[in-house]
């Protein structure tokens, strides 16, 4: 049986919701930065959106994530609520960190989400502690860490993957190869041509999918899961993507060409290819697609509007916001 086959309607629109609202996300993030609205800085997920549909789908609420600078996807595909993310981002006192963490910095651990991370690879530790803490409670909670090409080169990839192998921990490791760490080519990173023979080293499995695939990522992580949840270990998995944008908004891009750009951006869009598949297994139609598109359209204006009418985010209180209570 083949992957596209195994994904029924629901599966199939849920992903496809999931990718279309972080992309739709996304894009008006970008316009109010433009707006000067947003403080600090964005970093764009647009173009890897089948990595974080896919990962997650196979999660529940209980399960965790760590996600990283390049976060909005991750914290959309765990469920988190669009206008609290908007709130976050436009310093809002509604938002999820109540406007203090900006859009580097969301946490939602009500859903699981520990929190994206501006350090690289900052992340992948955080997760590998959470997942042993599963582990010594004997829960079948699975912990998911997402990061970059360029955190596979940081000491805690290393140090983490090799914890969560000799202690069969139930975690998943997502490298997000989007082919630059910053500026540098992840051909000039990597003495390897395929990050996930790293997995080798480790005596874990690596796989290495197709990032542009949404049904190809939720196959491989749903193996992974199932494989940590079952008390089997951790499992690397390598996602090939590309991002649409710069690596923050503004960049002036003199590390890639034009050429380059515009054909990756034509060749490598995740939603495009969903909605493609979709079409031609007959899982649903253009108007039902359409249907959702208009339906998510509607769902950002809200909470944009609901975001933009919450007071600024107020000064800290000490020591109440800044140590936890006991």
Same mark, same amino acid.
């Not at 003495?191 to 023979?197: E, G, L, N």
């Given at each position: 049986?083949?992957?596209?086959?195994?994904?029924?309607?629901?599966?199939?629109?849920?992903?496809?919701?999931?990718?279309?609202?972080?992309?739709?996300?996304?894009?008006?993030?970008?316009?109010?930065?433009?707006?000067?609205?947003?403080?600090?800085?964005?970093?764009?997920?647009?173009?890897?959106?089948?990595?974080?549909?896919?990962?997650? /789908?196979? *999660?529940?609420?209980?399960?965790?994530?760590?996600?990283?600078? @390049? $976060?909005?996807?991750?914290? #959309? =595909?765990?469920? +988190?609520?669009?206008?609290?993310?908007? /709130?976050? *981002?436009?310093?809002?006192?509604?938002?999820?960190?109540?406007? @203090? $963490?900006?859009?580097?910095? #969301? =946490?939602?651990? +009500?859903?699981?989400?520990?929190?994206?991370?501006?350090?690289?690879?900052?992340?992948?530790?955080?997760?590998?502690?959470?997942?042993?803490?599963?582990?010594?409670?004997?829960?079948?909670?699975?912990?998911?860490?997402?990061?970059?090409?360029?955190?596979?080169?940081?000491?805690?990839?290393?140090?983490?993957?090799?914890?969560?192998?000799?202690?069969?921990?139930?975690?998943?490791?997502?490298?997000?190869?989007?082919?630059?760490?910053?500026?540098?080519?992840?051909?000039?990173?990597?003495?390897?041509?395929?990050?996930?023979?790293?997995?080798?080293?480790?005596?874990?499995?690596?796989?290495?999918?197709?990032?542009?695939?949404?049904?190809?990522?939720?196959?491989?992580?749903?193996?992974?899961?199932?494989?940590?949840?079952?008390?089997?270990?951790?499992?690397?998995?390598?996602?090939?993507?590309?991002?649409?944008?710069?690596?923050?908004?503004?960049?002036?891009?003199?590390?890639?060409?034009?050429?380059?750009?515009?054909?990756?951006?034509?060749?490598?869009?995740?939603?495009?290819?969903?909605?493609?598949?979709?079409?031609?297994?007959?899982?649903?139609?253009?108007?039902?697609?359409?249907?959702?598109?208009?339906?998510?359209?509607?769902?950002?204006?809200?909470?944009?509007?609901?975001?933009?009418?919450?007071?600024?985010?107020?000064?800290?209180?000490?020591?109440?916001?800044?140590?936890?209570?006991?």
């Amino acid at each position: 049986m083949t992957t596209a086959e195994k994904i029924d309607r629901k599966t199939a629109l849920d992903l496809y919701r999931v990718m279309r609202t972080i992309r739709s996300f996304e894009e008006r993030s970008m316009q109010l930065f433009g707006e000067n609205k947003i403080w600090g800085t964005i970093h764009s997920y647009a173009g890897e959106e089948a990595i974080a549909a896919g990962v997650c /789908a196979n *999660l529940r609420d209980d399960d965790w994530i760590t996600s990283t600078h @390049r $976060g909005h996807g991750h914290c #959309i =595909a765990k469920g +988190a609520d669009l206008g609290r993310m908007f /709130a976050e *981002l436009l310093g809002r006192e509604t938002g999820y960190c109540r406007g @203090r $963490g900006g859009s580097m910095h #969301i =946490a939602d651990t +009500a859903k699981g989400n520990l929190g994206a991370n501006g350090i690289v690879g900052g992340g992948i530790p955080i997760a590998t502690g959470a997942a042993l803490t599963a582990k010594q409670l004997g829960t079948d909670q699975v912990a998911v860490s997402f990061f970059g090409d360029g955190a596979a080169n940081q000491g805690t990839f290393h140090e983490s993957l090799n914890l969560a192998a000799i202690w069969k921990l139930p975690a998943v490791y997502v490298c997000e190869n989007n082919q630059y760490a910053e500026s540098l080519p992840v051909k000039r990173a990597f003495a390897v041509d395929d990050i996930a023979k790293r997995a080798d080293g480790y005596g874990m499995p690596g796989v290495h999918v197709d990032g542009r695939d949404v049904r190809a990522v939720y196959a491989a992580a749903g193996e992974a899961v199932a494989r940590a949840r079952t008390g089997r270990g951790p499992t690397l998995v390598v996602a090939d993507s590309y991002r649409h944008e710069g690596h923050y908004y503004g960049d002036p891009r003199k590390y890639q060409s034009k050429e380059e750009i515009d054909g990756w951006r034509r060749q490598f869009d995740p939603l495009a290819d969903a909605r493609t598949w979709i079409l031609a297994d007959r899982l649903a139609s253009d108007a039902d697609l359409d249907t959702v598109d208009q339906n998510i359209a509607t769902e950002i204006d809200r909470a944009v509007a609901w975001a933009e009418e919450a007071p600024l985010a107020s000064p800290i209180k000490l020591p109440d916001d800044v140590y936890a209570s006991h």
